[in-house]
Every structure is written in C-alpha cells, then in structure tokens.
C-alpha cells in the first residue's frame, strides 16, 4: 500500500460493486420483429399490418385469427380490425437480403436497429432520420405529404421495454374508454327515465282531460235531452189544445144532429 512497490487498491477491489442484471438482448428482439410476424412468427410478406405498439403483421394471417376468435393474450390490445393499420411498405430490392422491407426514399433497410416510423393516417413507412434530413419542419408525410399529428406516429419493431411502455398506455386508453362509456350508459338512463316520467305525467294529463271532456259531453247530452223532453211536451199540450176542441165540436155537431137542432 506504501511506497514498497507493490499495487494500489482500486475501487472495485475496495467497494463490491452490483452485478449488471441479465437483459435480453434489444436488437436482437427489434431485428427479429422486423422480420417475422408477430402473431404466426411467419416471414414477413406483403400486405403488412402494424399496431399502435409498433408490431408488424401479415395482414391475411392477421385477418384469419380475427375471424375465428384466435387472438393470443399477450396480444389482447388488438380488440378489433379498427386496432390494426395496413401499412404503404417497400420492399427490399435485394432479394437475398434477410430484412424484406426498405424505405423508399432512403432506401435503407428495415433491420430493428435503423429507427422507422408508420403514419396512422396514411400508412406510409419510411425512416425516422429522414425527417431530419430533409429538415421538414411540417407535420407532413415525407412520402405523400399527407398531414399528420404527433399522435399519427407509430415507432416500428420496439424493444421489450418500450413495447411494455406502450401498452400499458394503451390498456389505460381503453380503460377510459370503458369507463367513458359506462357513464354516458349511466346519464343515457337518467334522460329515459326524466324523458318517462315525463311522459307519463303527459299521459295522466291527457286522461284527465279526456275525462272531463267525457264529462262535459256527457252533461251536454244530458240538457240536450232534457230540452228535447220539455220541447215535446210543449208540442204535446199545445197539440192537445187544438185536439180537445175538435173533439168539442165533433160533439156537439152529434148532439145537435140528435135533437134535430141545426
């Protein structure tokens, strides 16, 4: 330790030091996501697919499961075809080479370790850096000039971690949603049934007045009926009146024909 030649202590062989922990490898993972479908594990071919994780499909594949229901858990964020993107992707030119897909402007291949993005808009699929190196400052598609916003931009091939990252945020999503629709559910049931009572109380209204107009109709048939009575019994006597005195003179013309009086 002194000046006798020997070594000096450092400080790992002062201090114990944590061992790094064991990860897989990250582009070992993006390079084979760049290669195979995610949900067959099948060599890409087009037409291609991607999700809000960045996976990449084979669309057929893809559109198989979800007809027969065979959709795996750890893939439970695919809820339905609205949840996929079919993506405008090149191929690679080189036959031969192990990466299928390129981007069309820089013709650089799609490896896990270049980074790419896809647009949620357009499905165009080209190279993160392009951007930058044709320094476009506009939220546009560099291939179609399509707009887009920050939301549009899916990461392709992502590494375990991001990919962890990115669908807890989007289990969180759909939960919100849910619960979104639990509500408006909730309020859509509070409007019927204000909207029932509602119209109940119209109803009972309604009947009520219906009543009363029964009423009324029926304590006008009623006078009306009176006063045809006392009509007719007006008619009566003053028809009497006239009868009785033809009765009168019929009597008398009998009387008079009896006793020989003209």
Same mark, same amino acid.
């Given at each position: 330790?002194?000046?006798?030649?020997?070594?000096?202590?450092?400080?790992?062989?002062?201090?114990?030091?944590?061992?790094?922990?064991?990860?897989?490898?990250?582009?070992?993972?993006?390079?084979?996501?760049?290669?195979?479908?995610?949900?067959?594990?099948?060599?890409?071919?087009?037409?291609?697919?991607?999700?809000?994780?960045?996976?990449?499909?084979?669309?057929?594949?893809?559109?198989?499961?979800?007809?027969?229901?065979?959709?795996?858990?750890?893939?439970?964020?695919?809820? =339905?075809? /609205?949840? @996929? *993107?079919? +993506?405008? %992707?090149? &191929?690679?030119?080189?036959?031969?080479? !192990?990466? #299928?897909?390129?981007?069309?402007?820089?013709?650089?291949?799609?490896?896990?370790?270049?980074?790419?993005?896809?647009?949620?808009?357009?499905?165009?699929?080209? =190279?993160? /850096?392009? @951007? *930058?190196? +044709?320094? %476009?400052? &506009?939220?546009?598609?560099?291939?179609? !000039?399509? #707009?887009?916003?920050?939301?549009?931009?899916?990461?392709?091939?992502?590494?375990?971690?991001?990919?962890?990252?990115?669908?807890?945020?989007?289990?969180?999503?759909?939960?919100?949603?849910? *619960?979104?629709?639990?509500?408006?559910?909730?309020?859509?049931?509070?409007?019927?049934?204000?909207?029932?009572?509602?119209?109940?109380?119209?109803?009972?209204?309604?009947?009520?007045?219906?009543?009363?107009?029964?009423?009324?109709?029926?304590?006008?048939?009623?006078?009306?009926?009176?006063?045809?009575?006392?009509?007719?019994?007006?008619?009566?006597?003053?028809?009497?009146?006239?009868?009785?005195?033809?009765?009168?003179?019929?009597?008398?013309?009998?009387?008079?024909?009896?006793?020989?009086?003209?």
């Amino acid at each position: 330790m002194g000046n006798d030649g020997g070594s000096i202590a450092g400080r790992a062989e002062l201090v114990k030091l944590k061992k790094p922990e064991k990860r897989v490898e990250s582009l070992l993972v993006a390079k084979q996501r760049a290669q195979f479908c995610s949900l067959t594990k099948e060599r890409l071919r087009k037409p291609i697919a991607c999700c809000r994780v960045g996976y990449l499909y084979n669309y057929d594949s893809l559109l198989k499961a979800f007809m027969e229901k065979k959709i795996p858990s750890e893939l439970k964020h695919l809820q =339905n075809m /609205k949840k @996929i *993107k079919k +993506l405008n %992707i090149t &191929e690679n030119p080189d036959k031969n080479n !192990e990466f #299928p897909f390129v981007c069309l402007i820089s013709q650089k291949a799609l490896n896990g370790k270049e980074k790419f993005q896809a647009l949620w808009t357009c499905g165009c699929v080209f =190279n993160e /850096k392009l @951007i *930058k190196d +044709l320094k %476009i400052k &506009e939220f546009k598609c560099p291939i179609c !000039e399509q #707009p887009y916003t920050e939301k549009d931009i899916v990461q392709l091939c992502p590494t375990n971690e991001e990919a962890e990252i990115r669908k807890a945020q989007l289990y969180q999503e759909i939960e919100q949603k849910e *619960k979104q629709k639990v509500d408006q559910k909730q309020q859509c049931k509070v409007v019927d049934t204000a909207e029932d009572l509602e119209q109940q109380q119209k109803k009972k209204v309604c009947t009520e007045e219906r009543k009363l107009m029964k009423q009324a109709l029926g304590n006008n048939k009623l006078q009306n009926l009176q006063n045809q009575s006392q009509d007719l019994k007006k008619n009566e006597i003053y028809q009497s009146l006239f009868h009785q005195q033809h009765k009168l003179e019929d009597n008398l013309f009998t009387r008079n024909v009896r006793f020989g009086n003209r």
